[in-house]
Structures are given as C-alpha cells and as structure tokens.
C-alpha cells in the first residue's frame, strides 16, 4: 500500500515528468554529474530545489558556505522511496527562499546557475506544498 501512495503522489508531483524522474534516480552516494543536474532540471522547480540541496551538501565548503547564510538551517534532501521527503524538502525551503537566493547571488558556478529558482518557480513551489499538506 506504501508503494502506491508514493507512486501516486510522484505522479502528482512530476504531471508528465515520470520518465525524467525515473532516469533521474541515482545512487546517493555517486557522485552528481552534469547529467544528473539535468534531468533533475526537466522536472521543474522541484527538480531545481533538488540540485541545489545535493549541490550544497556535496562539500564541507558547501554547507559551510550555505549554513553561514541561512544561519545554521539546513534542507532536508529528497528521496525517490518517500514521498513525504518532497514534502519535507519544500516545508524547509520555502521560509529559507531570501537565502537560496543570496546564496546563487554569491556561490553560483556555471553547473548551479541553471538551477536558480524565479519568483514564477517560488510561487509554484509554494502552491505544490499547500497542496501537499492537505494529504498528509
């Protein structure tokens, strides 16, 4: 039963995106490459918000770098077995966005800048988790 509830809420949240995700998946512990960033890319704004919490946790620079700005308030990253971690990554993403984006202002790099977040991606973001929360 788990297993459906899942596959059915990654259909919600990917609409015509399932193929993307499914090439998308990946070990967790291999390192990202261009490519992976791109077919998170396809998925939209969450596949964007995905780039960018596996980019800052990819370094101690990183997290470094990103804890100094949010003042210590990390993102939980995603994961293709719970759905709910969509759930997760977005509730705290959304209070953190000023700091998202002060941290593309200063860190960006050529693989990152692609994923920056517009103000149209934050509003869809924003109503996919307003819409998740009414299934939890």
């Avoid at 759905?83 to 960006?108: G, H, T, V």
Wanted: charged share 30%.
């Amino acid at each position: 039963m788990g297993h459906i509830i899942n596959l059915s809420a990654q259909s919600f949240l990917f609409i015509n995106q399932a193929d993307a995700l499914d090439e998308s998946k990946s070990d967790s512990e291999s390192p990202i490459t261009l490519s992976d960033m791109e077919k998170y890319r396809k998925l939209g704004p969450l596949g964007k918000l995905h780039n960018f919490v596996v980019y800052i946790g990819r370094t101690p620079q990183r997290k470094q770098q990103w804890k100094l700005i949010s003042r210590g308030k990390l993102i939980s990253r995603d994961n293709g077995t719970r759905w709910n971690s969509w759930e997760k990554m977005l509730r705290e993403a959304i209070p953190l966005q000023k700091c998202i984006d002060r941290y593309f202002d200063q860190y960006s790099d050529e693989y990152l800048c692609k994923d920056r977040l517009s103000d149209e991606d934050w509003v869809n973001l924003t109503k996919v988790n307003s819409i998740i929360k009414l299934y939890k």
